[in-house]
């Protein structure tokens, strides 16, 4: 199984401050998929990227896919407190469509 | 109904007694996921389903978990024997098909506390 590995684990930060967070792995990602979860609810997928050197924007939320597909990092601009939540980056397993999760990075936007 | 629906929502039991977790999924979902989230560790794969068959079980911890889902439609998870290091966070997926390109749908869950 590919080991994910997510970082910073934990991040804290003001309204209206930008911050990344970071994906990777030590081998190639077929494609990889970034959800957010918030407490008590299940994830909610929020891009999927396929294509080395690929960049996806939703809103203030920048994707971008490592140009050899191992890593992956998600930037969000001027942070909200509605960004709060666990950010968690997936990759598809060798196994069928099964999802492999990195232990993801929670975040917290304080107003 | 609109998305994923699983029951309960939470369950407190004494180690030792069985559980059975249940999961709707979105209709007409033929692939359905059970993934597990412990406190402070991400989600972790148990079983996949494609319409009633299991052809991917390698994720159950041990041989007190078991699954089925029939009609192509319900699922349910059970625990036997549980034990305090089965309290966790059970979730359950769907997606149109087994395509990796088509999104699983996720629950919100169900909360299960061993005493």
């Known amino acids: ?111 | 109904g609109a998305g994923v629906s699983q029951s309960p929502s939470n369950k407190v039991t004494e180690k030792g007694k069985d559980v059975e977790l249940r999961c709707d999924p979105i209709s007409g979902h033929t692939a359905l996921y059970w993934y597990r989230q412990s406190l402070g560790q991400g989600l972790e794969f148990l079983i996949y389903f494609q319409g009633n068959s299991a052809p991917d079980k390698s994720g159950l911890p041990s041989d007190r978990f078991s699954a089925e889902r029939t009609g192509g439609s319900v699922s349910t998870l059970t625990i036997q024997r549980t034990q305090q290091e089965d309290s966790a966070v059970y979730l359950c997926a769907s997606s149109l098909d087994r395509d990796p390109n088509q999104p699983q749908h996720f629950g919100d869950g169900t909360r299960l506390s061993i005493l």
């Open chain 1, 1 to 111: 199984t590919q080991l994910l590995e997510q970082s910073p684990q934990f991040l804290s930060i003001q309204e209206g401050e930008n911050l990344t967070v970071y994906c990777n792995s030590s081998s190639v990602f077929s494609s990889l998929q970034w959800y957010r979860q918030e407490p008590g609810e299940g994830p909610v997928l929020l891009v999927t990227v396929v294509t080395g050197g690929e960049v996806k924007k939703l809103k203030r939320l920048t994707f971008q896919f490592g140009d050899a597909r191992k890593d992956s990092s998600l930037h969000i601009t001027a942070a909200q407190p509605g960004d709060t939540g666990l950010y968690l980056c997936a990759q598809e397993g060798t196994s069928g469509s099964r999802l492999t999760f990195g232990e993801g990075t929670q975040l917290t936007v304080n107003p």
